[in-house]
C-alpha cells in the first residue's frame, strides 16, 4: 500500500516540482507509515521505481527508443537502452529507499520502541 | 537507562547521518560537475532528459500568437518540411524565426556564440583559444557594422525585428523541462536572441567562406622556394576553366522577360568595356613575373558546384538549375528547408538557421544557388607600434592613436580573461605579442578584411526571394558583398546567368597575395570596384553556365585578383555539360553524384607509366594491376581510389616535405594539379631531388620510392573500401559520438564533383526544372529536426549518401500539402 502511496503521490508531484521532491515523499511517507526500516527501505525504493518506470515508458515506447539508445551510448552502454533505462530506474529507487529508510528512522516512536524491544 | 540513552543517541547519530548523507547525495545529483549535467536533474523522467523523447508537431498547424497580425497556416510534410502560409511578410518572418528555434535552437546558440567568441562561457577554458581567435578577428565589430547598415534599411530592419521576435517568442516558452537536451547536457540556459546575432549569423558564413587566406603561407613559400617559387604557386594554371569564360562573355539576346532595353545596352557596354581594356600591354603586364596569382586550394577546403542549363541544352526545352554547395557536415545540419508563402511571395529552399528568408532556392519565375568565389578579400600588413602599449602606430609618415578594445572573456568555473586588441587605419591588429602568428613571432599584423564591413545581405536575398527575372535578379545581388559568391541564375521564362558578385578593392598587381609592409593610407583599399561591373555572363552560346570555385575570369582580365581557386571539379563538370546531347533531370542527378576523380585520371597514368621499373612481388604486381584497370571512378567499394590517394600523398611529401622542412605546418602543398603540371613536364624540375641526400634524385626516383612506401601503407588499411578509408561522417557540433553520424556509406571524395570528404560534402542538393509546374529536387545531409531523439533527426543521410533525391512540395495553397 506504501509503495502505491508514494508512487502516486510522486508521479503527480513530480511532474510539477523538481526532480528531488521524491526524497521528500518518500521520507514522509515512511515517516508517517511506521514501517520496519527494511520495509521503508522497500517501499520508498519500489514507490519510486514504479513511478519513474512509468514516466519513462510513456516517453521510450512512442519514441521508438531512439533517445534512450542515443542516451546509453552516451554513457557508454553501446546502444542496450534497456541497460540504460535500469540504471536510470535504479537511481532512481535507490534515492526513494534511502529517503523511506531515512523516514522510518525519523520516525521516532517506532524506531524507539522497536529497538528497545530488541534491547530487552 | 545510560545503555537506553546510549542507544538513543547512536539511533538519532545515525539518522542524522544518513539524512546527512541522503542531502549530499541529492546536492551532487541536481549540481552540474564539470562536462557531465547533474544526473539526478538529467535522469529525472518527469523534466529531464526523456522529455525530449516527444512528438515535435502535428502535420497542420494554425499559428495565432499574440504578435502575429493574422493567424499563420503551417503545413509539415512527411520529411517535417514547413509550408509556411502567412498574410504577410511581417507574420511569415516571425514564423520562420519561430521554426528556426523550435527546430534548431541550440544550434542556433552554439553558432553564434562561436562567431563572437563566446563558447568558454558554457564550456570553459579548453575553447578560450577559439574564443580569442574569434575575437581578434573582429567577428563581432563585422557584425556590428553590417547590423548599422541593415538597420537603416526599413525593410530590412523590420525583417530582423519580425525573425528577432519569432526567435524569441519561442524561447519565452521554454521551461528546463522543454529546453533542447543539449541545454541539459551542457548546463547552461538558452538566452534571448538579437539581431546582433542574426548579423552574427551571417559573419559566421562569411568567415567559413572567406576567412581562409593564403597571404602568410606565400609569404613564407616565397622565402624558402626562391626561384621555385613561381613554379609551385603559379599565377594560373595552365589549363583553367574561368567561372566567367573570355569568348563566351556575351550578353546573349533576352527571351521574354520585360525589361527596358536602356538597360541592356548598359550591361553590354561594360562587358564590351571588358574587352576594350584587354590592350596588348595589358597582357604584357599579366604575364610578367611579379605578377603572381594562386591556385591553391586547401587540402581540406571546401568547394561547391552550381550550373544552369538553357533551353537548348535539356530535353524539355527548359532551363535546369542545380546546385550542391559543400559545406561541414554537421549535426543538426547546417540547412534547413522551408517553404514560406505570402500574398506577394512564394519561395522554397534552405535557410540558415540563425537568419531570415531563404537562402538557396527558387520561386514561380526564378531559381538561384551559389558557390563559394575564393576571391581573397582579407589581406595582412605588418604594422609598427611606438611601444609595448599598442597605444601609438606609426603611419602615413607619424604617429596615429590606436583605439584599443578590451575583449573580455567569460570563462566558466574561472576569471575573465583579459585580451586586448588594437584597431587601427589599417585594420584590426589581429596577431601581436601577446598572440603571436606562428612563424613569424616577434611581428605585429593588422588584417583588413571585407567581411568587416557594414553591408546588407539579407537585403540580397529579401529580393532576390521575391524576384521575377533577371534584372530583378541583378538588382538583388548587387547587395551581396561579402563573401564572395558566385551566384548562377535561372528563369522559367528562359534565361540563365552567372554573376561572381561579391564588394572587390580595386588592387594593384600582387596587392594583397603576401603580407605586405605598407605606410601609406594610399596603399591600403583605395578605391573599390562597382559591384555593377563585376564578371557575369546571360544566356552564353554554349548554353550553360556554371561554377566550381574556379578561376573567375581568363588570365586576360585586367582586373587583378588573388584567390585560393582549384580546376579540377571545373573541368569535370564542363566535360560533361559540353556533350552533345540533350539533358534531363535524372542527368543532373547523376551528375551531382559524379565519382570521377579527375585528378586521379590525368595523375595516375603518368605515375603508372614508370611501371616497368617496379621490382615487383606478388602483393605489389596485384596492387598495379588493380591500379592499371581502374576507371578513376571512386565509388564506395573502390580499392583502387585508397591505393592511388596513399600514392599521391607519399608522392607529394617526397616532392615537397624537403624544402618546406620546418615551415611544413605552416604550409599547405601546391595544388594538386600544379604537381600534375610537374608530372607531366618533359623538363627534369629540381624540386624532384631530395635536398637531404648527396644524390640527385629525378622524378622517377621519387615515383619509384612512394610507389614502394605505398605499398607497405595500403597492406596496413588493405581490409578497407573507399568510403571506410575516407570516413565521411556527419558530426554533431558538440562533438559527441553518440549523437553523430560516423563513416556514411558514400562514394566521391575530395576534389571530385560529389565532393564528400572527411568532414564536409554537398550540404544541400538541389535540382530546378522550369516545367510547368516546376519541377523540383532536393537532399540535404540531416534532417529538419535538431532533437537527436526525433525521427527527422538524421532520416535523409542515408538517401543522401545513396544519391536519392525528394521531389519538393512546391505548394501553392495549404491542401497542395497531403
Redesign the interface.
Given at each position: 500500500m506504501t509503495i502505491f502511496i508514494i508512487a502516486v503521490l510522486n508521479s503527480i508531484l513530480?511532474?510539477f516540482l523538481?526532480?528531488?521532491i521524491l526524497?521528500i515523499i518518500s521520507f514522509v511517507v515512511c515517516l508517517i507509515a511506521r514501517l520496519s526500516s527494511l520495509k521503508s527501505f522497500f517501499a520508498g525504493f519500489m514507490g519510486i521505481f514504479l513511478s519513474?518506470f512509468i514516466?519513462?515508458l510513456l516517453?521510450?515506447i512512442?519514441?521508438?527508443h531512439?533517445?534512450?539508445t542515443?542516451?546509453s551510448?552516451?554513457f557508454q552502454l553501446k546502444g542496450n537502452y534497456i541497460l540504460f533505462i535500469i540504471i536510470?530506474l535504479l537511481?532512481?529507487a535507490l534515492?526513494g529507499g534511502?529517503?523511506g529508510?531515512?523516514g522510518c528512522?525519523?520516525s521516532s516512536t517506532n524506531?524507539?520502541s522497536t529497538?528497545?524491544k530488541v534491547?530487552e | 537507562m545510560n545503555e537506553y540513552i546510549c542507544r538513543f543517541t547512536l539511533i538519532s547519530l545515525k539518522k542524522f547521518f544518513l539524512l546527512f548523507v541522503l542531502v549530499l547525495i541529492v546536492y551532487c545529483l541536481n549540481r552540474n560537475w564539470s562536462g557531465m549535467p547533474g544526473l539526478g536533474k538529467f535522469l529525472d523522467p518527469y523534466h529531464g532528459c526523456w522529455q525530449n523523447a516527444k512528438s515535435e508537431t502535428e502535420p497542420k498547424v494554425i499559428y495565432s500568437m499574440k504578435p502575429l497580425l493574422k493567424p499563420v497556416e503551417v503545413r509539415f510534410d512527411d520529411r517535417l518540411v514547413p509550408h509556411v502560409f502567412a498574410k504577410n511578410s511581417h507574420d511569415l518572418i516571425f514564423i520562420q524565426g519561430f521554426l528556426h528555434a523550435k527546430f534548431r535552437l541550440w544550434q542556433m546558440d552554439m553558432t553564434t556564440r562561436l562567431a563572437s567568441g563566446r563558447l568558454s562561457e558554457i564550456v570553459g577554458s579548453k575553447t578560450l583559444s577559439i574564443d580569442r581567435e574569434m575575437r581578434r578577428k573582429g567577428m563581432v565589430y563585422g557584425a556590428e557594422n553590417s547590423l548599422k547598415t541593415m538597420e537603416a534599411d526599413q525593410e530590412s530592419k523590420q525583417t530582423l525585428e519580425a525573425y528577432c521576435d519569432g526567435v524569441n517568442y519561442f524561447i519565452q516558452s521554454l521551461r528546463y523541462k522543454s529546453y533542447p537536451l543539449e541545454y541539459k547536457l551542457m548546463g547552461f540556459e538558452p538566452e534571448l536572441w538579437t539581431n546582433l546575432k542574426t548579423s552574427l549569423m551571417i559573419k559566421f558564413m562569411a568567415d567559413k567562406l572567406s576567412g581562409r587566406t593564403q597571404d602568410f603561407e606565400l609569404t613564407l613559400a616565397r622565402k624558402i622556394l626562391g626561384d621555385q617559387f613561381n613554379i609551385l604557386y603559379p599565377e594560373h594554371l595552365d589549363e583553367e576553366y574561368p567561372v566567367i569564360p573570355e569568348n563566351d562573355n556575351i550578353i546573349g539576346t533576352h527571351s521574354n522577360d520585360k525589361i527596358d532595353l536602356k538597360n541592356i545596352e548598359e550591361i553590354s557596354f561594360k562587358s564590351k568595356n571588358f574587352n576594350r581594356v584587354k590592350t596588348q600591354d595589358n597582357i604584357k603586364e599579366m604575364t610578367s613575373s611579379n605578377n603572381i596569382e594562386s591556385h591553391n586550394e586547401p587540402k581540406n577546403g571546401i568547394g561547391s558546384n552550381n550550373w544552369a542549363l538553357d533551353g537548348t541544352k535539356t530535353q524539355s526545352g527548359k532551363p535546369i538549375l542545380c546546385n550542391d554547395p559543400h559545406l561541414p557536415l554537421n549535426l543538426p545540419a547546417i540547412w534547413y528547408e522551408n517553404q514560406l508563402v505570402s500574398p506577394d511571395l512564394n519561395v522554397y529552399g534552405v535557410s540558415l538557421p540563425g537568419a531570415p528568408q531563404v537562402v538557396i532556392g527558387f520561386n514561380d519565375s526564378i531559381a538561384w544557388g551559389f558557390t563559394n568565389g575564393y576571391r581573397d578579400v582579407k589581406d595582412f600588413y605588418t604594422i609598427q607600434f611606438k611601444d609595448k602599449s599598442k597605444k601609438e602606430y606609426f603611419f602615413d609618415g607619424q604617429y596615429l592613436p590606436s583605439k584599443l578594445k578590451i575583449e573580455s572573456i567569460k570563462i566558466k568555473g574561472e576569471n575573465d580573461f583579459l585580451d586586448t586588441v588594437a584597431y587601427t587605419k589599417l585594420g584590426i591588429v589581429m596577431y601581436d605579442d601577446s598572440y603571436p602568428k606562428k612563424g613569424f613571432e616577434g611581428q605585429n599584423f593588422a588584417m583588413n578584411w571585407m567581411a568587416h564591413k557594414g553591408s546588407d545581405e539579407l537585403k540580397a536575398l529579401t529580393n532576390l526571394n521575391r524576384s521575377k527575372n533577371y534584372n530583378e535578379y541583378i538588382n538583388s545581388i548587387k547587395y551581396f558583398h561579402c563573401p564572395h559568391q558566385n551566384i548562377v541564375f535561372a528563369s522559367a521564362s528562359g534565361d540563365i546567368a552567372m554573376w561572381s558578385q561579391g564588394l572587390f578593392a580595386n588592387k594593384k598587381q600582387g596587392q594583397g597575395r603576401f603580407v605586405e609592409e605598407i605606410n601609406h593610407t594610399d596603399q591600403l583599399w583605395t578605391n573599390m570596384l562597382s559591384v555593377e561591373n563585376n564578371p557575369h555572363e546571360l544566356n552564353p552560346k554554349r548554353g550553360f553556365v556554371m561554377s566550381a570555385n574556379q578561376v573567375n575570369t581568363s588570365h586576360n582580365d585586367p582586373i587583378y585578383y588573388n584567390g585560393i581557386f582549384s580546376e579540377e571539379r571545373a573541368k569535370r563538370i564542363t566535360n560533361m555539360l559540353s556533350e552533345k546531347k540533350k539533358f534531363n533531370v535524372q542527368d543532373m542527378m547523376i551528375m551531382q553524384n559524379d565519382k570521377y576523380w579527375q585528378n586521379a585520371s590525368e595523375i595516375l597514368p603518368l605515375i603508372l607509366s614508370y611501371s616497368n621499373l617496379y621490382d615487383l612481388n606478388k602483393t605489389s604486381n596485384t596492387i598495379l594491376q588493380e591500379l592499371k584497370t581502374w576507371n578513376y571512378v571512386a565509388t564506395t567499394e573502390s580499392r583502387a581510389a585508397i591505393m592511388y590517394d596513399i600514392w599521391f600523398n607519399i608522392l607529394e611529401r617526397k616532392i615537397y616535405d624537403d624544402e618546406f622542412g620546418k615551415y611544413l605546418p605552416s604550409l599547405n602543398y601546391p595544388n594538386e594539379r600544379v604537381t600534375l603540371q610537374l608530372l607531366q613536364s618533359k623538363n627534369e624540375s629540381i624540386i624532384f631531388d631530395n635536398i637531404l641526400t648527396t644524390q640527385r634524385e629525378t622524378k622517377a626516383n621519387i615515383i619509384l620510392q612512394s610507389f614502394s612506401e605505398m605499398v607497405t601503407e595500403y597492406e596496413k588499411v588493405k581490409h578497407k573500401t573507399w568510403y571506410q578509408y575516407k570516413n565521411t561522417s556527419a558530426e554533431h557540433l558538440s562533438k559527441i559520438p553518440a549523437f553523430s553520424v560516423p563513416t556514411i556509406k558514400i562514394g566521391g571524395g575530395h576534389g571530385i564533383v560529389n565532393a564528400a570528404s572527411a568532414k564536409d560534402g554537398p550540404s544541400w542538393r538541389m535540382i530546378v526544372h522550369f516545367t510547368n509546374p516546376i519541377e523540383a529536387y532536393g537532399i540535404y545531409p540531416g534532417g529538419e529536426s535538431g532533437n537527436i531523439a526525433s525521427p527527422h533527426y538524421i532520416n535523409m543521410i542515408d538517401d543522401w549518401a545513396n544519391g536519392k533525391y525528394y521531389r519538393l512540395n512546391f505548394a501553392h495553397q495549404p491542401n497542395d500539402i497531403p
Open positions: 513530480e511532474s523538481p526532480w528531488w526524497v519513474w514516466a519513462i516517453k521510450d512512442p519514441n521508438h531512439l533517445l534512450s542515443k542516451l551510448n552516451l536510470n537511481l532512481g534515492l534511502l529517503s529508510w531515512c528512522l525519523f524506531n524507539l529497538n528497545s534491547g | -
